[in-house]
C-alpha cells in the first residue's frame, strides 16, 4: 500500500515539475487538484440537481439564456480573434508549429489564449445547469456529460505543458464552431416562434463533426511525420478525438437518420 502510494506521489510531483513555467503561476494550472475537485463537483451538480428537480417546476430562464449564449458568442469570437492574429503574426505553420516556450510578447499572449480557452470550458459547464434547471433530461445524454467534462482536463494539460504550438488549432477552429453554435442557442432562447429560423439545426451538428475530422486529420499527420511537438498528447488528443466522432456520429444517426427513417 505505502509503495503504491508513493507511486502516486511521485507522479503527482512529476506533474507539478515538469509544466509551462510561464503558465504554472496562473489560476488553476499548476496542480491537477483543483481541476479534478471542479470536475467532481460537476458529477455531484448533475446528481443533485437531478435528484432536487425530480418534483419541481421547470425554472423559467429565458433571460438568463439569451443574455448566457449571446455573452459566450461575444467570448468565443475574442478567443476566435487571439488565435487567428497571434498565429498570424508569429507566422504559425498549419502542419508543424512547436511551442515557443519564450516569455516574448507573442509566446505570451498565445499562451494567454490558451488559458481562456481552458477557462472557458469550465464555464460551459454551465450548459449542463441550465439543462437541470429547466428539466431537459433528454440532453443529460452521456456525449453531453462526457464531451463537457473531459474537455477541463485536456485543456487543463494544454495550457500546463503546451499552451501554443500546434495547441492553437483546435482553439482556432473549436471557437468558431462556437461562435456558431451559441448563436443557434441565443437564437432559441427567443421562444419557439424562432424554430422556423432554425433549420440549420442538423447542419450545427455536421459542422462539430466536420471539426473533430480536421483535428483527427491534423494530430494524426503530426503521429506520423516529424514534428518537434510532444507524441504523448498528439496520440491523447487523437483517441480522444476518435472517441468524440464515434459518439457524434452516432448521435446524428439517431436524430437525423433513424428519426426520418421512422416518420
Sequence with gaps: MDSAWNRVLSVHRWILENGDKRTDPWPLVYSPVSVTLIFLGYLCMIWAGSHLMKNRKPFELKIVLIVYNFAMVGFSAYMFYEFLVTSWL?????????????????????????????????????????????????QLTFLHVYHHGSMIFNWWAGVKYVAGGQSFFI???????????????????????????????????????????????????????ECNFPDSMNIVVFGYVLT????FCNFYYQKYVLKKKQK
Aim: hydrophobic share 50%.
Design 171 to 225: 482553439g482556432l477552429v473549436n471557437t468558431f464552431v462556437h461562435i456558431v453554435m451559441y448563436t443557434y442557442y441565443c437564437l432559441s432562447a427567443f421562444g419557439p416562434h424562432m424554430q422556423k429560423h432554425l433549420w440549420w439545426k442538423k447542419y450545427l451538428t455536421m459542422l462539430q463533426l466536420l471539426q473533430f475530422l480536421l483535428f483527427f486529420l491534423h494530430t494524426g499527420y503530426n503521429l506520423i511525420t
Design 90 to 138: 508569429s507566422n504559425y505553420s498549419l502542419l508543424c508549429q512547436p511551442v515557443d516556450y519564450s516569455n516574448s510578447p507573442l509566446p505570451l499572449r498565445m499562451a494567454r489564449v490558451c488559458w481562456w480557452f481552458f477557462f472557458s470550458k469550465i464555464i460551459e459547464l454551465l450548459d449542463t445547469l441550465f439543462f437541470i434547471l429547466r428539466k431537459k433530461n433528454s
Design 244 to 247: 468524440l466522432i464515434m459518439l
